[in-house]
């Protein structure tokens, strides 16, 4: 069965720096891979995704993500963070079975 | 504008009562969901449904009921069978396999 780990709960950074949010599969075949993120009292809204071919993908408000087969990794990363990117942040692989399979999620607190 | 509409907002339920909260969607998508969502438990899925007059139980559908009845509608029960319906509801739509979801802004239900 499919699993998506999402290893920190919380994440804390200061406006202007970097960003890496973690995220870990596990699936047998080729995955389909989302970033979502969710203001408070929200739905969420679609961040990236892959599919197949350049494992660098490129998605709204200055995200990206790299796929990593050799790591079952799907890490989101953004260059210099601005305090409107504090949310919380959710990966899904979506299975054949046409339904998706959420992380726990990580919250981004950001200090001006 | 396109998109899926979540109604109410807010909802109260009293003890053994059922109450239903509404998803629609314009998007003309096929497959519809109904998400749990609880703090620090990411998204559980409910029910969904691929096409009208179809739905599958997932996750946690014990206490809940669903009909697809058009294209555009998925309405979801919270049958007084589920004990602990406290929690924030979301609705989402997809193209159909391994497309991304596109999410309502949520219904949170809690017990008077």
């Known amino acids: 069965a499919q699993s998506v780990t999402q290893p920190d709960i919380h994440i804390t950074v200061s406006e202007g720096a970097s960003l890496e949010l973690r995220c870990n599969y596990s699936?047998?075949?080729?995955?389909?891979l989302f970033w979502y993120v969710q203001s408070p009292g929200q739905g969420l809204q679609l961040l990236l995704k892959y599919f197949s071919g350049d494992t660098l993908v490129q998605g709204i408000k200055g995200f990206e993500a790299e796929f990593k087969r050799s790591q079952s990794s799907f890490n989101l990363r953004k260059p210099s963070v601005h305090w409107s990117d504090a949310a919380e942040y959710f990966c899904a692989v979506d299975t054949n079975a046409g339904k998706s399979t959420f992380g726990d999620g990580t919250t981004l607190t950001v200090k001006p | 504008d396109g998109g899926i509409t979540q109604s109410p907002k807010y909802l109260f339920r009293k003890e053994g009562q059922n109450v239903t909260l509404s998803c629609e969607q314009n998007?003309?998508?096929?497959?519809m969901y109904w998400y749990r969502q609880d703090p620090g438990q990411g998204l559980r899925l409910i029910y969904y449904s691929q096409i009208v007059n179809d739905f599958q139980k997932g996750d946690i559908a014990e206490g809940y009921s669903v009909s697809r009845e058009k294209k555009e509608s998925f309405p979801l029960t919270v049958t007084s069978a589920q004990k602990n319906p406290t929690a924030f509801y979301l609705c989402?739509?997809?193209?159909?396999?391994?497309?991304?979801?596109?999410f309502g802004d949520g219904t949170r239900l809690s017990i008077l």
């Open positions: 699936y047998g075949a080729t995955p389909y």
């Open positions: 998007l003309n998508h096929d497959a």
């Open positions: 989402a739509a997809s193209g159909g396999r391994n497309q991304p979801q596109h």
